[in-house]
């Protein structure tokens, strides 16, 4: 999906709910049956409860498979800080998945930090250290933010000070760390299923924000969505 920018509203904002039925009804007409069927199977199971933050991944397929298990969990936000190394979407390993993800781009670790704190967020780094919470401990009642570091030197000290909290996986061998590809999707694997159990949680995105999801998804899946579905906004 293309980059979303932080705190920009949404093309279809100002649009009501029935206003925006009606637009994807009229979208949905220009794809497949298959399509439409994925489409209405899978937005109920998005969640934004929990997001990722990268910051500054070195090794673009790590990043590409970090996204790759955004989507497979259902995780819909990842926020990427890459004032150092550019972030690539695209490539063989996420097969796609950047099409169905939103991402966010942000200068700085402390300019992410204050978005997903406007927005309610508590925001975890990932770390191995002996006195930080286990990743089936963590307390997930209010919306979470994992934050994942580098390959070689893991998060700076910036993105750690700042944090308001720490979680780690257990490991039980000689090696210290995971790869940061394989920590976020046990992490998001473990997180996300003990939120989908939990009843308590309003995980899932209300009416109006999964109907604004699907149309980005047809934009996505249209040839020239952007320009289909904007006409058709003007037409509405």
Request: glycine share 4%; charged share 25%; hydrophobic share 40%.
């Amino acid at each position: 999906m293309p980059e979303r920018i932080p705190n920009l509203p949404s093309l279809f904002a100002q649009l009501s709910t029935e206003q925006k039925a009606t637009l994807y009804s009229r979208a949905a007409e220009l794809f497949s049956d298959n399509k439409r069927e994925l489409f209405d199977r899978l937005a109920p199971l998005r969640t934004r409860h929990i997001c990722v933050v990268l910051e500054n991944i070195y090794q673009s397929h790590n990043a590409a498979a970090v996204l790759r298990s955004c989507d497979c969990f259902g995780v819909q936000d990842v926020h990427v800080v890459d004032d150092k190394n550019p972030f690539n979407p695209a490539g063989d390993v996420a097969v796609g998945s950047s099409k169905w993800v939103d991402y966010y781009r942000h200068t700085s670790i402390q300019e992410a930090y204050k978005h997903l704190h406007a927005n309610g967020y508590r925001i975890v780094a990932t770390l191995p250290h002996e006195n930080d919470t286990m990743i089936t401990d963590l307390d997930i009642s209010q919306p979470t933010a994992l934050v994942f570091g580098t390959e070689l030197t893991g998060l700076t000290q910036e993105a750690i000070d700042l944090a308001d909290g720490y979680v780690k996986i257990p490991m039980y061998g000689f090696t210290e760390s995971f790869n940061i590809s394989v920590c976020a999707a046990l992490s998001l694997f473990s997180l996300t299923e003990r939120m989908r159990r939990n009843p308590d949680l309003h995980w899932q995105l209300d009416d109006d924000a999964l109907l604004d999801l699907k149309l980005h998804w047809a934009m996505q899946t249209i040839r020239d969505g952007d320009k289909v579905v904007k006409n058709l906004l003007e037409n509405l």
